[in-house]
């Protein structure tokens, strides 16, 4: 009897050995397995990267310096080249600027279906510095199978027809002036030398497109403290996307004070040159009670940070409203730039 207890005993043992052993090496051969393809996807880019600056007559060297400079924040290295970030081959995105791990990155994004549809979109590349952007951002081009249709107007001026679902059929002329069409569509010049175009609906009745917008000229200009979206998408190079930018942001400010205000960094995708047709005469300017605030009211303005609004709101409460400029400078997270940004806009009232 107590042989055979021993033997179950042994038995049990040899079978708890057994399962342990087969345990550790299954757990072994999965972690060799994926650590395996991590250094095979490693190779695999670095590879593509050199062997695409080779094919290029010897780049491949030029590539390779760039990826250490650009994985170091140097980017001392990196190229001058145009180039969309929605075609650029992997050499061509380190030779610009981007590190390897960053353009693995883009190449995955495209991989799953993700575009680049204007170029502040690369700003959401991971990782991506201050100095790289600075120079990425002159050098981007996005073709135009990738751009927004409200970003580039001058599209409409192409002759094209489209169906819509309500059953319009929309002829568009390809310049403004007088236009015969098969399909009775033609061109009514208005007095402010702009155009309308004219469609007819399938059942011959007339219908009317909305009217496209006319740039301004050289020497001509909008007034910035009154203007609408509308009125914005008459600068060249403004669309109706930026042309909401500007006003949104706007609205946020309070108005505008300055036209230096169009080169705050919430703006910096604008194109350079269109103060030319801005004028500013007349701020419309929306003060802000500070001592009334809550700490989201005060954090939503640009110009103040959240450990600012959150001072504010305790300074009040503790101590009572705050009365001058002085106070509010006694406060460790305010500066004399933060007084000369926010003068305009607060009120101690």
Not at 52 to 59: A, K, T, V
Not at 244 to 252: D, T
Request: glycine content about 10%; cysteine-free; proline content about 4%.
């Amino acid at each position: 009897m107590k042989r055979r207890n021993e033997q179950r005993a042994l038995a049990a043992l040899q079978v708890i050995i057994l399962v342990v052993a087969i345990g550790s090496l299954v757990f072994f051969l999965t972690k060799g397995k994926k650590g395996g393809n991590e250094e095979k996807e490693q190779a695999s880019n670095t590879a593509l990267i050199e062997a695409q600056g080779e094919g290029r007559g010897g780049e491949g060297k030029s590539a390779a310096a760039s990826s250490s400079n650009a994985a170091d924040g140097q980017g001392a290295t990196a190229q001058n080249i145009i180039f969309d970030p929605n075609t650029a081959d992997s050499a061509t995105l380190v030779r610009v600027g981007f590190s390897p791990f960053q353009a693995g990155n883009i190449l995955k994004y495209r991989r799953k279906g993700g575009q680049y549809h204007r170029p502040e979109d690369v700003k959401r590349v991971y990782g991506l510095t201050v100095g790289q952007w600075e120079h990425l951002a002159p050098l981007i081009s996005i073709g135009k199978e990738y751009q927004y249709l409200s970003d580039n107007e001058d599209v409409y001026v192409n002759s094209y027809s489209r169906t819509h679902a309500s059953g319009y059929k929309t002829d568009y002329p390809t310049s403004t002036a007088s236009t015969s069409h098969p399909q009775g569509v033609g061109n009514d010049q208005m007095q402010n030398g702009t155009t309308r175009t004219e469609a007819t609906r399938e059942d011959g009745s007339p219908f009317r497109s909305n009217n496209r917008i006319q740039k301004l000229r050289s020497g001509e200009h909008i007034e910035l403290g009154n203007a609408d979206t509308t009125a914005l998408q008459k600068i060249p190079g403004i669309g109706s996307y930026y042309a909401k930018r500007i006003a949104e942001y706007g609205q946020r400010l309070g108005g505008f004070a300055s036209l230096s205000q169009l080169n705050d960094k919430e703006l910096d995708f604008l194109p350079v040159g269109i103060e030319q047709y801005i004028s500013l005469n007349s701020p419309h300017i929306k003060k802000m009670r500070i001592n009334r605030m809550q700490v989201r009211e005060l954090n939503h303005h640009p110009y103040i940070s959240y450990p600012q609004a959150k001072q504010i709101s305790e300074r009040v409460r503790l101590y009572g409203p705050i009365q001058s400029w002085n106070d509010l400078l006694f406060l460790s997270e305010f500066t004399e730039r933060d007084k000369e940004r926010l003068e305009p806009y607060i009120s101690f009232e």
